[in-house]
Each structure stands twice: as C-alpha cells, then as structure tokens.
C-alpha cells in the first residue's frame, strides 16, 4: 500500500554530503550521491564473494529506492548502501558493503548513519534491515537497530 507522507516532497529526496577523515583518508558520504552502474557491480561482486555481474542499478534505484549512500575516497566508490521504500513510513537497508581493504575503519558505521539521517529526513519512521549472525553486533551495537521478529522465504 502506498500512503502519503507528511512532510515528504520530492524535494526531500535531494542529495546531501559530508565527509570524514579515516588515517590519511578523506570519506566523502552523500545521500543520493552520482554512480556509475559498473564501480556498483564491481564493489557488490567484491563484497559478496560473486562474479561482476552487469546488474543496472541506476535504474532500479531510481524506480523502487528512498535513496542510497555512495562513500568515496577521492573517486574510487569504497562503500554503498541503498535504502529501499515501501512508498511510506518504511524504509529498508539494502547491500550495505564496504571495500574489504577499507574494512573495520567506521566507514560502514558511517555509511549507515548516512542512511539513517537520509530516511529521517525525507519523513520515513522505521528503518529495516536483515542480516546474517556474524554482524549482530555491527547492526546491534554499532549502528542502533534494535532486535525484533522478521520472517524471510526464498522465492526461488
Ligand atoms: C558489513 C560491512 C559493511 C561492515 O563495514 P565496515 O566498514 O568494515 O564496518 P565498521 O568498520 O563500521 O565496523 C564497526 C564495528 O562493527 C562490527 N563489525 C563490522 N564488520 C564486522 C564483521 N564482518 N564481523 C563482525 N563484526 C563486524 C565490529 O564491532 C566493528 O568494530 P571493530 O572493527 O572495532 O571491531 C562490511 O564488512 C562488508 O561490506 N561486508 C561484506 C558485505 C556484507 O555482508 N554486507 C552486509 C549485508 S546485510
């Protein structure tokens, strides 16, 4: 069901930036920020242990997403999360991945408080997310979700 959100305009989905020093790093984090399809595939095929795949996520983030969160170093993309929507007050925390030589610095951290800042804004109330045990204590105790009950069923 799609319900209207006070206080979420179009306007709302604009893009935002800040940056952040990891060592010698400059991170920069943007809501919303500039991609290109292939560093996305590239850094997701990396992050999740699979071939590059020729996925077009412009497209379908554009279509299904409240926004996502690019982080850079200079121009090489280090991390991305995207933040899909149920048209609502809903909003669901996708793909987070970090490049694994840039891993255990706070950039996913910072990443998902990117997110979180970017759903608040545009007026969504609960942020979702799903993940496997080994990073309960990324989402638990790093980045402030709080346990509840999900259910998932494969499709296929
Ligand atoms: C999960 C991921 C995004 C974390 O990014 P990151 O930048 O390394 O995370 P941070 O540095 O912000 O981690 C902060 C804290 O979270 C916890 N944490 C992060 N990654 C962890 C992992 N893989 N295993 C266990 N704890 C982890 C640790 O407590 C860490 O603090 P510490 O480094 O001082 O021990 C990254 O490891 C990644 O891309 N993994 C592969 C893709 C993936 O599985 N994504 C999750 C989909 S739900």
Known sequence: MTVSVPGLSPGSKSATAAAGTVGAMEIDYSWRGEFGNAEVNELHAEAFGHRVLEDDWSTQLERHSLGWV????????????????????????????????????????????????????????????????????????????????AGLIKLV
């Open 70 to 149: 690019c982080a850079r170093d200079g121009d090489d993309l280090i991390g991305f999360v995207n933040v899909a929507w149920d048209g609502g007050v809903h909003a669901f925390v996708l793909d987070t991945m970090v490049r694994a030589s840039a891993g255990r610095r706070g950039i996913g951290a910072r990443l998902v408080e990117t997110a979180v800042a970017g759903a608040r804004t545009a007026g969504c109330e609960w942020l979702h997310v799903d993940f496997d045990d080994h990073l309960r204590s990324f989402y638990f105790e790093t980045c402030g979700f709080a346990p509840t009950n």
